[in-house]
């Protein structure tokens, strides 16, 4: 089981719903209700998950903001800052910060639709992994909704470039996510790390979700002087000084670096609005450099398609009769 200062992550056996040869959508059984502090503002939130409809997707709702719309859809499109985390704004300005962890658990367990009710300007960072926000949605409980659930299929490879930094998404012949990242950092703790995972249901609570964020001693003062980090502590992030851990529990895998960028990536690319079938691959890799990503793939539209495992079977009778 779980808990904040020492996290033991069970095998998770949780896959997507399928009833008659179909993946249907999912939302959760019953509201989940947490709270902590945000990692970069310093503030107290309180976040209720509650059930949504079919074709509802993930929208967040500012409960604190006296506001005509306090409402904020979970999508590349509104995503306003990608500075130490993925901000999502709507039209009348309304924010809420650091999503990429929740959005990871979501997407890492098959949620596809929820209202998320929250009275702070960003989402609690709990330990710096989705670790609590996996076992919450789980204690809740998943249920299966009567409609199909769509996926976005790669039809062409999409890259973004910015010096080092590469991300691309390219066609696969699986129905999920494959996810491939390498980082390289002069500290020595880290050096040079790399992981590929294949999204299959139960892959992201098992390998990913106890990865928590990370950061260096040296660069608190600068980023507290910006209004960031204000929260962060060792109880939610890893921090590295002069070549060592500083946390006394040392790390959860010495790969954690690796894998929490992996992580967000999941998160960040769940803001596609759809699950993604096909292969993501990284050097470097961050938030803004995987909303580039999306918005480009979103922005070309010969570069994917729409698909549910009927449309799947479809094309794929269509394939082998012409081969007949």
């Known amino acids: 089981m779980l808990a904040l200062n020492h996290i033991q992550i069970e095998p998770v056996v949780e896959g997507l719903a399928v009833l ?30 509650k059930p949504a409809p079919v074709g509802t997707g993930v929208v967040f709702r500012r409960t604190d903001i006296d506001a005509a719309d306090t409402e ?19 039209e009348a300005g309304v924010s809420v910060a650091v999503v990429e962890h929740l959005m990871a658990a979501l997407s890492g367990l098959g949620v596809d639709n929820l209202i998320i009710e929250i009275d702070g300007p960003e989402v609690p ?13 789980l204690q809740e409980g998943l ?13 062409e490879r999409i890259e973004i ?17 494959t996810l491939r990242a390498r980082i390289e950092y002069d500290d020595s703790v880290i050096g040079i790390q790399q992981m590929a995972l294949r999204l299959a249901p139960g892959m992201f609570a098992r390998d990913l979700a106890f990865a928590r964020t990370y950061g260096f001693a040296r660069d608190v003062d600068m980023l507290r002087s910006i209004g960031l980090a204000r929260g962060g502590s060792l109880d939610n992030a890893v921090v590295l000084e002069d070549g060592a851990v500083v946390n006394p529990e040392g790390l959860r895998a010495e790969d954690e670096f690796v894998r929490h960028k992996l992580l967000d990536a999941v998160g960040d690319l769940m803001l596609a609005g759809a699950p993604i079938a096909g292969s ?33 079977r479809a094309r794929t009778g269509e394939r082998t009769r012409a081969a007949v």
């Open 20 to 49: 008659s040869g179909e993946q249907m959508q999912q939302t959760i059984e019953r509201p989940a209700v947490c709270a902590g502090i945000g990692v970069h503002s310093g503030e107290k939130a309180r976040l209720v998950l």
């Open 72 to 90: 904020i859809n979970a999508h590349a499109d509104a995503v306003s800052d990608t500075r130490l985390g993925t901000t999502l704004s709507n």
């Open 125 to 137: 960072i709990m330990d710096g992994s989705s670790a609590v926000y996996c076992e919450l949605l």
């Open 280 to 312: 993501y691959d990284a050097v470097q890799p961050g938030h803004a450099l995987n909303n580039a990503l999306v918005r480009k793939l979103l922005a070309t539209p010969s570069a994917w398609c729409w698909e549910t495992d009927c449309d799947l």
């Open 143 to 155: 249920k299966t909704q009567s409609a199909p659930r769509r996926r976005i299929r790669i039809l």
């Open 161 to 177: 470039v910015d010096g080092p930094k590469r991300a691309t998404l390219s066609p696969s012949d699986d129905t999920l996510l």
